[in-house]
């Protein structure tokens, strides 16, 4: 396969990456605003999105199972565009049952659709891994960026009811999805079967792929708590849904173009020390907000712009070394450090609503901050190619 058509997939696969986050980054500006149409508390609404991280997250690596073993492109198609309805039309639910279905289908889109495209990514690379790796994870940032500040103009200038009509673009993409990107069948020849149970005791046995999946796991911590809990402190501090959106549309941005970059610091400062960096900053960093959002708010919203760009630093660089460690199993990889990871997260912020309501969202963040830091010894044992 000629280069240009490689890079023109991985173009197409990029694009659908970015228009599938931009969905899935939709609620969080807004759930403090359908929380108080629907009547439920942030207890309630953090709940939801848990569940939301769950069904998006923690599936990934089955899914990512069943895309390497059916060997079709069709979880790319049907990803898409669940996300591109549901998540929408989770503004027009009117009781909390609904809004949990909604977010559930619009979850199961994300987790269908990032398994298969990481791997797709994997396949069509020749040369240049963490570069095509670091724009397709980047344009998926710089995506879920825009999906707070789509979401919150939205809701700020048109009004919730009118959220159905985003999911167009969406719909239209994962149409054009079929033509653009080749069946992975015409191609490579499908592997043989294993059962789910041996691929996945092989995985999770591999020493390399725990320390990556533990230094992922922390990761998720600082942005997902960060995503979940910010816009209701901001909002009891009277903030308007646009000025939420655009500060988690900064943060998103600025993780994007960590990734994007990524490459080029990790051959300036080398693969581990730039691992290194990314966790050992966080307590530091969550520190300096946690002191000045109310006394300095402009260097908090700075603080907390660049946080998100240093934590993201090492994602392609982690990334590419899981899918080379085991290169065998490229959508279950990419499942379990995309996905799996952030389900785990979920899982532990499922919580975590309840306990901010009890002693406050800054106190919950500055301990979230502080994980990282002590994960970090475990880097000096991965294995990298400069070791």
């Known amino acids: 396969m000629k280069s240009i058509k490689r890079n023109r997939i991985i173009g197409w696969l990029s694009a659908a990456h970015f228009t599938t986050d931009i969905y899935s980054g939709f609620l969080n500006p807004i759930m403090p605003f359908i929380a108080a149409k629907i009547g439920i508390s942030m207890g309630v609404a953090a709940l939801l999105m848990s569940i939301s991280q769950l069904f998006s997250q923690l599936l990934q690596p089955i899914f ?27 503004s027009s639910a009117n009781n909390v049952w609904i809004l949990a279905l909604f977010i559930v289908l619009g979850s199961l889109g994300v987790s269908i659709f990032h398994p298969q495209s990481i791997g797709f990514v994997i ?8 570069k095509n790796m670091g724009m397709f994870l980047s344009l998926g ?6 999906g707070p500040i789509i979401s919150a103009s939205v809701t700020q200038y048109f009004g919730l009811a009118k959220m159905p009509l985003t999911s167009i673009p969406g719909i239209l993409l994962a149409l054009l999805m079929f033509s653009c990107v080749p069946k ?3 191609i490579y020849k499908k592997p043989e079967k294993e059962s789910i149970f041996e691929v996945f005791k092989t995985i999770l046995s591999n020493t390399q792929i725990k320390i990556l999946i533990l230094i992922a796991i922390m990761k998720a911590v600082i942005s997902s708590s960060c995503a979940i809990l910010l816009p209701f402190l901001w909002k009891d501090y009277g903030h308007s849904a646009f000025y939420i959106g655009t500060a ?3 943060f998103m941005l600025a993780g994007g173009i960590g990734s994007l970059v990524s490459p080029k610091f990790e051959k300036w400062l080398g693969t581990k020390p730039i691992i290194y960096v990314s966790m050992l900053s966080m307590p530091v960093m969550m520190t300096i907000f946690v002191f000045t959002y109310k006394i300095v708010p402009v ?12 934590l993201m630093l090492a994602t392609p660089i982690t990334m590419v070394l899981a ?7 490229k959508s279950i990889i990419g499942g379990f450090l995309n996905g799996f990871c952030w389900g785990i997260v979920g899982v532990i912020l499922s919580g975590m609503g309840f306990l901010a309501q009890k002693y406050g969202v800054l106190q919950i963040l500055f301990v979230a901050g502080v994980l990282p830091a002590f994960c970090a010894y475990f880097v000096k044992y991965l294995k990298v190619d400069t070791d």
């Open 184 to 186: 992975i069948s015409d």
């Open 323 to 329: 899918q080379k460690e085991l290169p065998q199993y």
């Open 123 to 130: 396949r069509f690379t020749k040369e240049d891994f963490t």
């Open 248 to 250: 988690l549309f900064a």
């Open 299 to 310: 260097l908090a919203l700075i603080d907390f712009v660049l946080m998100a760009f240093v």
């Open 64 to 90: 990512g199972f069943f895309a390497d073993s059916i060997f079709k492109r069709g979880f790319i198609f049907w990803g898409l565009l669940f996300s591109a309805v549901f998540f929408p039309f989770s």
């Open 141 to 146: 940032s710089i995506g879920y960026a825009f």
